[in-house]
């Protein structure tokens, strides 16, 4: 019973590489959201996704790059990272609109 | 846009001594959700309110939701080390009817020294 994961749970990289974080679900859950979480912050919606091959922005998607071809996987692409980028990942998923939303452990990502 | 609003941002207790955190949306809600997050994980469902005036208890945990549904509290009585954590309200605004979007509020961090 994996529920959600996500890897890699901690990533160190350098400005101006391209970065993917992963996230997997075992629930057939069809949304999915990408948050990221800064030091004393709360949860900002960076992408979201309905289904398969639907995707929508959040508040802050610049500079990301979502995909979902696969119910279960829902993929963050950092493009060309930056520092503004350093900062904790949190995906998680829900079986229904506006229903629970159950979180992965998180991923950890410093941006130098 | 919705704006979800959390008092304090930061509270200091006693073990023994109740908690109260509030939430405050800028729209009315079709429900209201709260998290908990303890330090260095990650945000863990609490529970979920959904009717005008509802109250709910989780043994020493009780949650209201407003009746004009804008606005929500979360009790703790007697708090314990266990307690420790952030609390998050988050909810969607009532009548949208795509997005899926959940509004968090900045949440409020507890500490309790024993």
């Known amino acids: 019973d994996a529920g959600i994961t996500q890897s890699p749970r901690y990533k160190i990289t350098e400005t101006g590489r391209q970065v993917t974080l992963m996230c997997h679900q075992t629930?057939?859950?069809?949304?999915m959201f990408w948050y990221r979480q800064d030091l004393g912050h709360g949860l900002r919606l960076i992408y979201y996704s309905a289904a398969a091959d639907i995707t929508d922005k959040g508040e802050v998607p610049d500079g990301y790059v979502v995909s979902r071809s696969k119910t279960e996987n829902f993929p963050l692409t950092l493009e060309s990272a930056t520092r503004s980028q350093t900062s904790v990942y949190f995906c998680a998923s829900s079986g229904r609109e506006w229903d629970t939303q159950y979180f992965g452990p998180g991923t950890r990502l410093t941006v130098l | 846009g919705q704006q979800v609003m959390q008092i304090p941002q930061y509270q200091h207790v006693q073990e023994g001594e109740d908690f109260t955190t509030y939430c405050n949306s800028s729209?009315?809600?079709?429900?209201i959700q709260w998290y908990k997050q303890r330090p260095g994980g990650h945000p863990v469902f609490l529970i979920q309110l959904v009717k005008s005036g509802e109250v709910k208890k989780q043994k020493r945990l009780t949650f209201q939701f407003g009746e004009a549904k804008k606005n929500s509290s979360l009790h703790i009585t007697a708090t314990q080390t266990t307690d420790v954590g952030t609390y998050f309200c988050a909810g969607p605004p009532l009548g949208v009817t795509s997005g899926s979007r959940l509004t968090f509020g900045e949440g409020t961090q507890l500490t309790v020294n024993p």
């Open positions: 629930w057939s859950h069809s949304y």
């Open positions: 729209t009315t809600l079709s429900n």
